[in-house]
């Protein structure tokens, strides 16, 4: 019998609790439930009020994944949706997670959040700058600290703030706080940004996709500010082999990172995190640290 669980009023179907879903650590379905809801406050306040895709693992990563913009089936009709008018469905709409209720009947379909850098009801118009450093083997994500404190020295002489996290994978992602400013405007100065890491850092830095010229170096990912594109949330939990957390992390910590374990943090070690340093992707959500870009508004 499947349990049922009222979670703010709203009643919610729970399934397979105990199904493993990390073989590696054992972490079960209940237990994604589980910090989902311990982490909801910063998770909710970084996925409001934006269009959330969905990458979907129910039988666990190594069982079949498959991405989703449109609200799964069987989606309840007070699960808010937005307007994300595509070019193949101009009547296309997406789920937005604007409450514990809303993320709990998320987590227990096993997905992955993603967001784009621009809130519901602006398309196009992004409130935020993501740079994607993902590195080649044989580098690490140690080679990514490398280039992202380059990159923060760059931003801050632009006037810009920006704010680390773990991708969950590999490498590492650092967002900046916009004004309100075109996606096509944000995308090109990322690009002329990822440009000039790799003239100055030819040795650690490559700003094209292309296999060839990535091992060892670290590709800067621009391209996740055009308007179609998303990111894995803060704090979201990934699909691979053990529960690593998308998770925001310090200067200081970016600064000592010596080992690629050094920056790997699962479920558990989010929570104590939490208590210990607050949302440190919480300037995020402040209007009053976003910055412009160079040249002005738009």
Known sequence: MTPITMVEGRRIALSNLDK??????????????????????????????????????????????????????????????????????????????????????????????????????????????????????????????????????????????????????????????????????????AKQLAQEAERELPDLVVHRMAKALRPGKVFVDHSQNAAAKTTAAPYTLRARARPTVSAPVSWEEVEACRTPAALVFLADDIAPRLERDGDLFAPLTDPDRAGSLPGGPP
């Open 20 to 189: 493993v879903l990390y073989p590696e650590t054992g972490f079960t379905k209940g237990e994604v439930l589980h910090y989902y809801a311990t982490v909801a406050g910063p998770l909710l306040a970084h996925v409001h009020d934006r269009p959330v895709s969905f990458l979907r693992y129910p039988d666990g990563p190594d069982g079949q994944l498959f991405f989703t913009k449109n609200p799964p089936p069987g989606t309840p009709d007070w699960v808010k949706t937005t307007p994300v008018p595509r070019s193949d469905d101009l009547s296309a709409e997406q789920v937005v997670i604007a409450d514990m209720a809303s993320l709990m009947w998320a987590a227990n379909l096993v997905v992955e959040l993603h967001t784009p850098q621009w809130p519901a009801g602006s398309p196009a118009v992004a409130d935020r700058m993501v740079l994607d450093l993902d590195p080649g083997a044989p580098a690490t994500v140690v080679e990514c600290c490398a280039a992202a404190l380059w990159l923060r020295e760059r931003l801050a002489a632009d006037g810009l703030h920006a704010y680390a996290k773990t991708s969950g994978s590999k490498g590492m992602h650092l967002a900046v706080p916009l004004e309100p400013t075109p996606s096509a405007q944000v995308s090109a100065y």
